[in-house]
């Protein structure tokens, strides 16, 4: 079982940055898929990037394309959400996660506790 502690989330302004950090152990990550999910006060979680155990290999939901940077430090076991050119419908507790196989089976293992990224107008 992998353990997962999510960092780097706080309050910034429209138009600002984050980079939040999803520090991994407990077991082999290079072979791992991941994914960054977000949740909003009042609605569900949602997907937001994923990335391959190939660093190559990324996807994003649409409203954060252009805008968002997911990568991995295999040789740290962290995984990154670069978070440019916030908005205030960004506002929301982001989760990472584990994926069990291909990203496109949407079969998770562990979670995050989750932090909070708040975003001001």
């Known amino acids: 079982q992998v353990q997962l502690v999510e960092s780097g989330g706080g309050l910034v302004q429209a138009g600002g940055s984050l980079r939040l950090s999803c520090a991994a152990s407990?077991?082999?990550?290079?072979?791992?898929?991941m994914g960054w999910f977000r949740q909003a006060p009042g609605k569900e979680r949602e997907f937001v990037a994923a990335?391959?155990?190939?660093?190559?290999?990324?996807i994003y939901t649409d409203s954060v394309k252009g805008r968002f940077t997911i990568s991995r430090d295999n040789a740290k076991n962290t995984v990154y959400l670069q978070m440019n050119s916030l908005k205030p419908e960004d506002t929301a507790v982001y989760y990472c996660?584990?994926?069990?196989?291909?990203?496109?089976?949407?079969?998770?293992?562990?979670w995050g506790q989750g932090t909070q990224v708040t975003v001001s107008s």
């Open positions: 996660a584990t994926y069990r196989g291909p990203i496109s089976v949407g079969s998770f293992g562990s």
């Open positions: 407990g077991r082999s990550f290079s072979s791992i898929a």
């Open positions: 990335i391959s155990w190939n660093p190559s290999s990324a």
